[in-house]
């Protein structure tokens, strides 16, 4: 079975530029999740939606992120413009059900702001 | 608010021997517990959960972990472990939809 699909794996773009991150979800699942990983700050949930309405985005730091999921099988998360402390990795992360169900990860975008 | 602690940054053990990584939550009301492992360059893999029911619960790679209600702890086992379990290991509580995880522990199985 697929699991969630990101692309691009890696991105590295100057700061100032504008940084689309996409993710498809795992056929089925009902919720999709939006990450940021750095060694500083760890895991950070930025964004969550539910049957593609987005429920929670308190985690978004900034006006410069914006998060979509047009349909149940696609969601972008985009950076404009993108600053250096932007860097990190990215994911996504689907889930079917309630809270007592596990989230399945996509292998991430790593990204990287000049 | 739910949180959760993984005391160790890094666990180190030899092969053939047993692991354990500690975890330990805080959360009003009953918990929902999650183990998951990262490989470099990879995303959160799911090892197992605790939802309710016998304490000790049984995942995927050999992988265990034992539930205690008492000392709020989910610490996660393996009897005999391998080389290629070597990873960063995250426990995390589920509640009002939020999965909140630990900073993760660096486990290193040696030859």
């Known amino acids: 079975d697929a699991g969630v699909i990101q692309s691009p794996r890696h991105e590295v773009t100057e700061m100032g530029q504008e940084v689309t991150l996409r993710c498809k979800p795992i056929?089925?699942?009902?919720?999709l999740f939006w990450y940021r990983q750095t060694m500083m700050r760890g895991l950070e949930l930025l964004i969550y939606f539910n049957n593609n309405v987005p429920i929670d985005d308190s985690g978004m730091p900034e006006d410069r992120f914006s998060a979509k999921m047009p349909n149940a099988s696609f969601s972008t998360l985009k950076i404009q413009p993108s600053e250096p402390r932007d860097s990190a990795v990215y994911f996504c992360?689907?889930?079917?059900?309630?809270?007592?169900?596990?989230?399945?990860f996509g292998d991430g975008t790593r990204l990287s702001i000049l | 608010a739910q949180s959760v602690a993984q005391p160790e940054d890094q666990v180190n053990v030899a092969e053939g021997n047993p692991l354990t990584v500690k975890c330990t939550y805080s959360v009003s009301g009953n918990p929902y517990l999650f183990w998951y492992v990262q490989y470099p360059n990879r995303g959160l893999q799911f090892l197992l959960k605790?939802?309710?029911?016998?304490?000790l619960v049984k995942g995927s790679y050999g992988f265990e972990a034992e539930f205690n209600k008492s000392q709020t702890s989910f610490h996660l086992k393996k009897p005999s472990a391998l080389v290629s379990d070597s990873a960063l290991y995250f426990c995390a509580v589920g509640s009002n939809y939020k999965l909140t995880f630990g900073k993760g522990t660096l486990l290193t199985v040696n030859p």
């Open positions: 605790y939802i309710t029911g016998d304490n």
């Open positions: 992360a689907s889930r079917q059900g309630g809270d007592n169900q596990p989230q399945h």
């Open positions: 056929s089925g699942h009902n919720s």
